[in-house]
């Protein structure tokens, strides 16, 4: 398995509504990472997982929480977003130590509306 | 900062002619560059990463070069085809946590 993958494709929201993005991968990269694009824009970073570890925030809202539960696993927790928060939002992977020369995997996004 | 620059923003071709996408970068210090494609709406595919030690990297029609010294990095499409058209992204790592700084991209049209 060399993909990362990402659930929901497309996400429409209120303001006041909870709902979580989910992205997962099985190739044993143990930096995960959350960016943002908003249209025509190239990627922002947010969010930098090592190790299950929470190593890199990005100045983010609180209204975004990340969480990663496992190796595999990193969830992107929403919370009362505005409008503007409208973006694609990618998930990728890198491996870190010895395979560092594979550099990152993206996956496919989550294209998330506000309304 | 990081600053990286990609010249030109948008280019169109006749189907055929090889195409030249150029990345530029203010510090030297990186660990390495990568070059995405990104079709609308979707997320990035990855098409080639070259080392801070490397000068060049192939896939096929693709070729990617790297010249650290200068700041400058150029993608090369060799032959191209209706399926090129694309935007093409290139990414300087330049820290240990592995953060990304991306170039605006260039936007390719390649007509039949």
């Known amino acids: 398995d060399t993909e990362v993958t990402q659930t929901p494709k497309h996400l429409v929201m209120g303001m006041t509504n909870k709902k979580s993005l989910k992205c997962e991968q099985h190739m044993g990269h143990r930096a995960m990472y959350w960016y943002k694009q908003k249209a025509k824009k190239p990627p922002e970073l947010m969010f930098v997982?090592?190790?299950?570890?929470?190593?890199i925030n990005e100045s983010v809202p609180s209204r975004f929480s990340p969480e990663c539960p496992n190796s595999s696993l990193l969830n992107l927790h929403l919370h009362a977003l505005q409008p503007e928060d409208s973006a694609l939002y990618l998930c990728?992977?890198?491996?870190?130590?010895?395979?560092?020369?594979?550099?990152?995997?993206f996956g496919s996004g989550t294209r998330l509306t506000v309304v | 900062k990081q600053e990286v620059t990609q010249i030109p923003a948008a280019l169109s071709v006749p189907e055929g002619e090889n195409l030249v996408l150029n990345c530029s970068f203010t510090?030297?210090?990186?660990?390495?560059l990568q070059w995405f494609r990104q079709d609308p709406g979707k997320g990035l595919t990855s098409l080639l990463l070259?080392?801070?030690?490397?000068r060049e990297q192939t896939s096929g029609r693709l070729n990617a070069s790297l010249d650290k010294s200068s700041g400058r990095s150029t993608l090369y499409i060799a032959a191209s085809q209706p399926g090129d058209s694309a935007t093409y992204l290139c990414?300087?790592?330049?820290?240990?946590?592995?953060?990304?700084?991306f170039g605006a991209g260039t936007q390719v049209v390649v007509t039949p």
């Open positions: 997982y090592s190790y299950e570890k929470l190593s």
């Open positions: 990728a992977s890198r491996p870190v130590g010895e395979g560092q020369v594979m550099g990152y995997t």
């Open positions: 990414a300087v790592r330049a820290d240990s946590w592995g953060k990304l700084q």
């Open positions: 510090d030297s210090a990186i660990y390495n």
């Open positions: 070259i080392q801070s030690s490397q």
